[in-house]
């Protein structure tokens, strides 16, 4: 385990309860990339899978939750995204 790997994860880490909390709060999600998220997701299933298959340390959690706050993140756009279309085709 590297101290700058965990500092790296734990500051990202901290960033994501902020964003859902704001999604959260004023249901709007404008400004919010669904691609960025994804590419960030899938960046914390190789950390994952790296941590699985080549260094296994208590780290992995980090990386489990921080995919897991970037996943409700994500669903979090989909679904005040998809509730923002349905209100816009509203007469």
């Known amino acids: 385990m590297s101290p700058f790997e965990a500092g790296m994860l734990i500051c990202f880490g ?14 709007h999600v404008a400004g919010k990339s ?14 994952i899978l790296h941590k699985i298959f080549y260094r296994p340390d208590w780290v992995i959690w980090l990386y489990v939750l921080n995919f ?20 816009a085709a509203r007469p």
């Open 68 to 87: 897991a706050m970037v996943s409700f993140d994500l669903f979090l756009y989909f679904r005040y995204s998809a509730k923002a279309r349905r209100d």
């Open 14 to 27: 901290i960033s994501w309860p902020m964003s859902i909390a704001k999604s959260l709060r004023t249901k």
């Open 34 to 47: 669904p691609l960025f998220m994804g590419i960030v997701d899938l960046g914390y299933v190789s950390g």
